[in-house]
């Protein structure tokens, strides 16, 4: 680990590739290590940005996200916070207006709810209230979902929560490379951002990215298909690509899989577009399915590509249930059979 | 570390001094400066403070009439605190910061923000109505308390940057029961941030007396349990009120230290003009509040020292009456709200999808017979 975080610690600047910058444009690292090196990067790169929060310090938080950034930074600039969320979010604020780029963390998606008044009622609106003057870019990370065998409050999928908060930039990376990229992105936006990180996916690896990637706010093909759209974001990302081998396989379905990375603002053009080539769409999320995300998906391609589409959108969500205990959860999560079973159940006749 | 015997010395230099509030003059306008906590303010300082109260109390009562004529769609009056309003307001420096709530418009409007400005959100606009950095006020927060964290971090914030910076907060005695208050006591404690807070104890919250609010001996007291140095204040003597702000800045400025400072004042009007207090209080109460007018006790201290004459107290009350046919005037006309600026500031640039909204928007208005 310590071999890895110091090529994760290397400054943004690339101007100079030598042995080690090498060894890190070919290195697979994990989702909690590319989100490391964003944050060091960051830091480096940027003298108004902090980190605080909760155990980010010393400990470097308890997913480790932050792991050796305050010895290397100094605790002026990676500093452990009192616990209380919403002075977390609400001095995040006051610091943003004095000209610094805070990027805090809420430990766990249900702990960030302490903090929803300041994250809504401010961080979301200073600008609007100010016509334009008080700029807010600040970075919410929140390790959000589930599929860790996590207890009660450690698992929520909140996001709803946030994108119908107007003023709320909302994105989730679904992979590794991706979370480097879009926290870099984040960090950089003059919007407030949350940026959601899927727990279940801290340990998945892949290369960091090279310069170039899709702009924060748009959606990404992840699998060119011509049968059917699967829509999905953060930890169903992964779910999706797995079902989409496994539709190939079984059920001879050539499936495109989209990743939605950016849930606020909402990438209608990419969607769309993919929708309107295949004339299906599945959305998966973990959150529950009333009134969730994937709702406002299948109403708005509904809105858009209505004479395009040969079946209705289904959606594969979790129950509308609080989250269940880590023994259960695995009949909560959608996994590839009920995502495949969704499939299955969309009007195929054309293709009979 | 915290060891048993540092115990009692840490308590004692977080309680507030004195049992009584500090006072620099009395109610009935005479000097009370016996106590050493908190030094008079110059003669300079004290017939400012007297001018920007008359000047204070005329805005306040121009912007109730405004709300009878239609003119503002509610006022939340800060009459009888205008020595917190102004004390506060004058004993900060021009580059720090001030975080009012909705009932601190005339602290606001001290603070030379102009007062059409200032008036907008209660006029029934959209935003705050002023650039918060042209005279580093904060917009004025309705939420209570929620502002309190945004001037601690502000202020750690100006720490960081190694900006000689102070952030005001003022707060109501309602405010310290919502849980950003201790948050942001705490936060600025450990922070040692430069932070004042500012709580206008008037006694009520809308209709609720202190007395159900917290079971405290006095708010100021609170301090103490985040290792803060606080004050208990006569919130009625503004010479009293801009020594112990000063003192608090001062020491802020100086890496010292948060202060929580509680003033004693009342809220001589109703909540705001759409309140009847009648029904919760008694008018002898108020009554007894009138005979410590602040304006009346600085006025008869400056007087009993030579400091002002009828001359001066003219020149002020004049002076008071342009201000107010200024704010008349400012108010007058109808307010021209565009839509268009509805979507304009949400995000740094506005979205596909709100652009089209309001392209929808803008549609839907041009269809429509005018």
Redesign the interface.
């Known amino acids: 680990m310590s071999n890895l975080m110091e090529r994760a610690a290397r400054p943004a600047g690339r101007a100079q590739p030598g042995p080690e910058q090498a060894a890190r444009d070919t290195a697979q690292v994990t989702m909690a290590a590319a989100l490391n090196a964003a944050l060091a990067d960051a830091l480096a790169s940027d003298p108004r940005v902090?980190i605080f929060g909760e155990d980010v310090g010393p400990l470097g938080g308890v997913f480790r996200v932050t792991d050796g950034l305050a010895a290397r930074f100094g605790e002026?600039r990676v500093f452990d916070?009192?616990l209380?969320e919403?002075?977390i979010?609400?001095?995040?604020?006051?610091?943003?207006?004095?000209?610094?780029v805070?990027v805090v963390e809420m430990q766990f998606d249900a702990f960030a709810y302490?903090a929803f008044?300041?994250l809504t009622?401010?961080l979301a609106k200073?600008?609007?209230?100010?016509?334009?003057?008080?700029?807010l870019p600040v970075v919410v990370r929140v390790p959000f979902g589930g599929g860790i065998g996590g207890v009660e409050h450690h698992c929520d999928s909140s996001e709803t929560y946030y994108v119908h908060t107007?003023?709320l930039?909302v994105v989730t990376p679904g992979t590794a490379s991706d979370a480097y990229r879009l926290l870099r992105q984040s960090i950089e936006?003059?919007?407030p951002v949350i940026f959601l990180e899927p727990k279940r996916r801290y340990w998945s690896k892949e290369q960091l990215p090279g310069e170039s990637g899709p702009a924060i706010?748009q959606a990404l093909i992840r699998r060119p298909g011509t049968d059917v759209t699967l829509i999905a974001y953060g930890g169903t990302v992964a779910t999706a690509l797995e079902t989409a081998d496994a539709a190939a396989a079984e059920q001879g379905r050539d499936v495109e899989v989209v990743d939605l990375r950016s849930l606020s603002?909402?990438d209608?053009?990419t969607v769309a577009g993919s929708v309107r080539r295949t004339g299906r769409a599945v959305v998966v999320h973990e959150a529950s399915g009333f009134s969730g995300y994937g709702a406002e998906v299948a109403a708005r391609l509904t809105e858009q590509c209505f004479h395009y589409l040969e079946a209705p959108i289904l959606r594969v969500t979790g129950f509308d249930i609080p989250y269940p205990p880590p023994a259960l959860e695995q009949y909560h999560l959608p996994g590839v059979d009920r995502i495949l079973d969704a499939i299955g159940r969309l009007q195929w006749d054309d293709h009979a | 570390m915290i060891t048993l015997s540092s115990v009692p010395d840490r308590v004692a230099a977080a309680l507030p001094p004195g049992l009584s509030p500090l006072r620099l003059i009395a109610a009935d306008g005479s000097a009370d400066d016996a106590d050493e906590m908190l030094v008079m303010p110059s003669d300079q300082v004290l017939v400012e403070l007297l001018r920007r109260m008359i000047v204070g109390r005329r805005f306040d009562t121009q912007a109730t009439a405004l709300t009878r004529q239609g003119r503002l769609a509610v006022y939340p009056s800060s009459r009888g605190q205008e020595a917190c309003q102004v004390g506060a307001v004058l004993a900060l420096r021009e580059q720090d910061w001030l975080f009012p709530t909705y009932r601190d418009t005339m602290a606001v409007i001290t603070r030379s923000v102009a007062a059409a400005e200032a008036l907008s959100l209660l006029r029934g606009e959209?935003?705050?109505g002023y650039?918060?950095?042209e005279r580093n006020v904060?917009?004025q927060c309705t939420?209570l308390a929620?502002h309190?964290?945004?001037?601690?971090?502000?202020?750690?914030?100006?720490r960081?940057?190694r900006?000689d910076?102070v952030?005001l907060v003022l707060l109501g005695d309602g405010a310290t029961s919502e849980?950003?208050t201790h948050?942001?006591l705490?936060?600025a404690a450990?922070w040692r941030a430069p932070a004042v807070f500012l709580v206008q104890n008037n006694g009520y919250a809308i209709s609720v007396p202190l007395a159900k609010q917290t079971a405290a001996p006095a708010l100021a007291y609170k301090g103490v349990g985040y290792g803060m140095r606080s004050l208990l204040i006569d919130g009625n003597d503004a010479a009293a009120v801009y020594a112990a702000v000063s003192s608090a800045v001062t020491r802020a400025a100086s890496g010292d230290g948060p202060t929580l400072i509680e003033a004693l004042t009342y809220r001589v009007a109703a909540h705001t003009n759409a309140d009847d207090a009648t029904r919760y209080r008694d008018s002898a109460e108020v009554d007894a509040w009138l005979d410590r007018d602040p304006l009346r006790r600085l006025e008869t201290y400056l007087r009993g020292q030579k400091l002002v004459d009828d001359g001066d107290l003219e020149r002020f009350g004049a002076e008071a009456e342009r201000f107010a046919a200024e704010v008349r005037t400012a108010m007058s006309g109808d307010m021209t709200a565009d839509p268009a600026?509805l979507f304009?500031?949400?995000?740094?640039e506005p979205?596909?999808?709100l652009a089209a909204q309001r392209e929808f928007l803008f549609a839907e208005l041009a269809g429509r017979p005018s």
């Not at chain 1, 979010?89 to 610094?100: V, W």
């Not at chain 1, 200073?126 to 700029?135: E, I, M, P, Q, Y």
Request: contains cysteine; neutral net charge.
């Open positions: 902090l002026g916070t009192p209380a919403s002075a979010i609400g001095t995040a604020i006051g610091m943003a207006m004095n000209g610094l805070p302490p008044e300041q009622s401010h200073l600008r609007n209230r100010t016509r334009g003057r008080v700029s107007a003023g930039r936006c003059p919007d706010g603002p909402f209608d053009a | 959209w935003h705050c650039d918060p950095y904060a917009p939420p929620t309190a964290l945004h001037a601690v971090g502000l202020a750690y914030a100006a960081v940057k900006a910076q952030a849980g950003d948050e942001a705490n936060f450990v600026e304009a500031h949400v995000y740094a979205t596909r999808a």
